[in-house]
């Protein structure tokens, strides 16, 4: 597929309707994509200001992830470098304890063929449990022991958990992922926008 038959099928990933009867905010699918992109963001779903903006984490949370990546907003927001392809597409609303999970009708019907198209990538980042599920199987696994068995998957992918602010109790507990973990994220996200 050339670039401009996927920005055809990406026009039809932002104009798609069907989750629509089950989201009280509405629809609004949220991704960045190319097919030169050197690193995938695998992310669980937009939070409710990057519902409203359209602007893949645009929000504290993407502070939070830019820092542990080690770049600045224009190589995060160049979709020839970077692109971000959550699980859901669209905010799935707020739940007792933080948002809803990721409406399931995204990944079956885009995610294989957004996928496919992505055949630049040295490295992919997956973040939160949905996520690690769908790209490494870990179902079994809480996020803490993915997170924390990093080093056990190939070069080309790291695990993280979300970068949110509501995760700071897990970050102070678990002060390996600062100390081990993001000094190898940061090589590896350097190593893959070379060239």
């Keep these: 597929m050339s670039q401009a038959e996927l920005n055809v099928l990406i026009e039809k990933v932002k104009q798609c309707q069907l989750c629509k009867p089950k989201l009280a905010h509405g629809v609004n699918p949220v991704v960045q994509l190319h097919s030169s992109a050197k690193i995938l963001i695998a992310g669980q779903a937009p939070g409710l200001a990057v519902h409203q903006s359209g602007v893949p984490f645009d929000d504290a949370s993407g502070e939070r992830l830019r820092q542990w990546l080690g770049i600045d907003k224009a190589v995060f927001y160049d979709p020839k470098q970077v692109a971000i ?107 893959a926008l070379k060239d």
């Design 85 to 191: 392809l959550p699980m859901g597409f669209c905010y799935p609303g707020k739940g007792k304890s933080g948002d809803l999970p990721p409406l399931t009708i995204c990944a079956q019907t885009w995610r294989a063929l957004l996928l496919a198209e992505l055949k630049q990538l040295k490295l992919t980042i997956v973040i939160g449990k949905y996520a690690q599920d769908y790209h490494l199987g870990t179902s079994k696994q809480s996020l803490t022991q993915t997170v924390k068995n990093w080093s056990e998957y190939h070069g080309s992918i790291m695990p993280l958990p979300h970068p949110s602010p509501r995760n700071n109790i897990w970050l102070a507990k678990n002060p390996w992922f600062a100390e081990q973990l993001l000094p190898v994220l940061k090589l590896r996200v350097s190593e």
